[in-house]
């Protein structure tokens, strides 16, 4: 800590500079963590993905319905445990820029397929009690000021008209990774508000033993294969990462960026570190002749490198996570919308990283120094 | 108390000097800057080294300061043979046996007086209030215990002389190296800096080895040494000013 004053007072000796690279960082790692966000919500299913789970869709395209006969035949079908089924309903609650993504839900079994959505027992028997009866998730409830007993009404899109609806519970996600912004309502009330009888719009299955998945999987496609429904059938996490594919590489997409700038801020950093050790030659030297060690000049130079980078990285990770903490500004195409610790501790650790090589080589230049040299040319 | 120069010392000198040579390379030709050199200096003396530029002042007052080493010879502070030190040893004598006072005076600055005092405290075990005190009195000693805050470019030439001077004393090194400590003075911050120098040696017994250009400077010592073509020589020599 005593010599915390000399590295501090270092890095006021030139203000603008120190605030200029400062800023880099901030940037930098503000743009991490805006890219953090973003890769997570668009792969945060992924990791909270039921390993137990199948999802079978009609083989030409998920908004192709299924026939609501093969709850049946699936749940009689060996290794399958479960089934239940919902559908994509697509209306708009009163500006079509909010997006709410709404379910119709079997009421009997959706609930017992996803527990990490948690509800109470008392609103859930309200809910299911009311043929025009919601659940919403907590983070759309809170956007909407929405509460128990409120009446909601939605336009409907896909199947046209006026819809109401009245909520009777907030469920809570188990994982800050849950999406917690759907909409879920009787499938029977679509049903009977459509006259459209007898088709969903996919099923869920959960497994016996997640070993037997690819069986599985292939025995259903199987069994309706050569039917007007064929059916198209993967785990839970493989559907939802072939969801995210079709956006494009964004993983890809988001360590390019990264790493560019990243490299930039490499460069910017080491060469403003390589000016300022060059500009106090004198001074380093002066420190070895009263009798600081070489090692500990280049301590010195590195420690101030680091201090530079954790600072500017901290303001910009804390950026991040105010950005995340007000929630998803798209008005809702990003209903995971959080900074994970785990990108958090990489920002960390790579600003350390770029601190530390950054001034490496100043560093190795200040410790080489020769005193006698350098006081020469003062 | 005396300095010699011939190497027929008893070996009670606190600085001792045999044999010394320091050449350098240049190009294909080898540069001799010190040839044969000895020297013994007592405890409490105060000696200045004069001779025209390039005469192998500076070089001299950087090899007793272990800040160079020499190419063959050995010099002996103290007991401890300075020349066979290792660097991180060498590192650390320097940290407690010498005070270096530098013509362009070198303070930070971006520290106050009192911070560039404390510097090479801060490489001792004391504690930050045994600091203070220290650089507190160091300060005093050399007239600015009431500039401690100020940093280097708001105070003149001669303060910031005063200020290296207390970072020279401030750790009670065993002797102080003055590279032209008022080369870059007018004249009357020039004997102000000399009385304090003087104060020095003769108020708190201080040894101290000083190079310059100035007669009047020299007088001042207790001995002048003169320095030509790498041979170190007693008394007044004829042109032997810069």
Known sequence: MKYFGLLWANLKRKKLRTILTLGSFVVALFLFALLAIVKTAFSGGLEVAGA?????????????????????????????????????FGGIYQDPKYFIPQFAIDTDTYRQMFPEFRVSDEDWQAFVADRQGAIVGEKTAKKYNWKVGDRIPIKGTIYPGAWQFNIHGIYHGSKPQEDTSQFWFHWKYLEEGTGRTGTVGWYTVRVSNPDDSAAIVKAIDQMFSNSPYETKTDTEKAFAAGWVKQMGNIELLILSIGAVVFFTLLLVTGNTMAIAVRERTGELAVLKAVGFSDSFVLFLVLAESVLVAVLGGALGLLCGKLLAAGGDPTGGLLPIFYLPPRAIITGAIVTIGVGLVAGIIPAVNAMRLRVVDALRRV | MAVRVDGRNDGNSLVQVRDLDKKYRRGSEDIHVLQGLNLDVDKGEFVAFMGPSGSGKTTLLNL????????????????????????????????????????????????????????????????????????????TVVGLGERMKHYPRQLSGGQEQRVSIARAIVADPTFLLCDEPTGDLDRKSADEIMDLIERLVHEFGKTVLLVTHDPQVAERANVTLHLDKGVLREGAVAGARA
């Open chain 2, 64 to 139: 007793l300061g272990g800040l160079d080493l020499p190419s063959k010879g050995s010099i002996t502070v103290a007991g401890d043979e300075v020349t066979s030190m290792s660097g991180s040893k060498l590192t650390h004598w320097r940290a407690r046996h010498v005070g270096f006072i530098f013509q362009m005076y070198n303070l930070l600055p971006v520290l106050t007086a009192f911070q560039n005092v404390e510097l090479p405290l801060l490489l001792t075990k004391l504690s930050a209030s045994e600091r203070k005190q220290h650089v507190e009195t160091a300060l």
């Open chain 1, 52 to 88: 137990d789970r199948l999802v079978v869709i009609n083989k030409t395209s998920i908004i192709q319905p299924l026939p609501l006969s093969y709850r049946d035949r699936l749940a009689r079908l060996p290794g399958i445990k479960d089934v239940t089924f919902a559908n994509w």
